[in-house]
Each structure stands twice: as structure tokens, then as C-alpha cells.
């Protein structure tokens, strides 16, 4: 077995009995709880998700950067905490704007739930210093402003 939580597969070798029951991702929970949608026809028209770490915790070096630093695309990055500087700069290096909105979505639909609206340099800043314990995932591109309602 991997290191990690099983997989179905693992599970179902395991011949261990379970139900995958369907639910709300936590990106469509971030986006909810924030009030943003994840696509809009005018500036926000490709929604993707990509994760912030490999099985080794480090950033995966196979990532489609240019498709990341897509200005015009929502892109919902999880488990970003530790890996989210180094990718900031590489999204940077490609041409994404330093004042990109980010949103930095923390232990959403728990009581904790923390969401931290900034940009891609500021959080970038941020987590270099501090990551926090708390599970999170960052929404990033046009549509990542709350105050935005265009």
C-alpha cells in the first residue's frame, strides 16, 4: 500500500466493505462559502484543479504552467499550504500578475472555517512564513475577489 489515505482501489483489494457516498468538493464548498462562482462568461471560463503536492510532498515538477498561469481560468490548488511559494514564483515566471486574486480557503465547512481573501505575491509572503495546521486549499484567478459581483 502507498503512504497516505487508501485508495478504492486499495480498499477493494483489501476486501474491505465500503460506500462511496457523492458530496460537495471542498473547492465548490470554498467557492460557496466565499460567494464566488467558479466560472463566469466574461472573464473566468475554464475551471481547474490541480494538486499543491506530490506523494512527496514536494511540488509536483510536471505541472502545466501554462496552463496555471492562465489569467482568464479559476484555478482551485489543493493542498497548497507548504508548496504554494515556489509555485507562486513559477506562475509569476510565466506570466501570471503578482496582484492575481487568491483566496486561501481553510477548514471549510467546519466551525473553524477560515477564508482569507488576498493575491497571489501577498499569500505567497504569507505562507513562506507561516502555513498553520489547518487543512486548505487556495482559489486563484479573476473571480478569486470577494468583493468582485460583476
Known amino acids: ?3 497516505g489515505p487508501p485508495s478504492s482501489g486499495e480498499v477493494l483489494m483489501a476486501q474491505i466493505p465500503f460506500e462511496i457516498i ?9 467557492a460557496a462559502a466565499a460567494a464566488l462562482p467558479l466560472t463566469r462568461r466574461l472573464n473566468s471560463r475554464r475551471l481547474q484543479f490541480v494538486t499543491g503536492h506530490d506523494a512527496a510532498g514536494t511540488l509536483p515538477e510536471n505541472l502545466n504552467m501554462a496552463a496555471l498561469a492562465d ?18 514564483q513559477r506562475l509569476m515566471d510565466h506570466g501570471l500578475a503578482q496582484d492575481t486574486p487568491a483566496l486561501l480557503a481553510e477548514s471549510i465547512s467546519q466551525a473553524e472555517e477560515n477564508l482569507i481573501p488576498t493575491t497571489l505575491k501577498a499569500l505567497a509572503f504569507q ?16 473571480l478569486a475577489l470577494r468583493n468582485d459581483r460583476k
Not at 72 to 81: G, L, R
Not at 127 to 142: M, N
Request: charged share 10%.
Open 1 to 3: 500500500m502507498t503512504a
Open 22 to 30: 457523492p458530496g460537495v468538493t471542498s473547492a465548490s464548498a470554498a
Open 71 to 88: 489569467p482568464e481560468c479559476t484555478t482551485v490548488i489543493y493542498m497548497p499550504k507548504r508548496t504554494f511559494p515556489t509555485l507562486a
Open 127 to 142: 505562507l513562506s512564513k507561516k502555513t498553520g495546521s489547518a487543512p486548505g486549499l487556495i482559489l486563484l484567478g479573476p
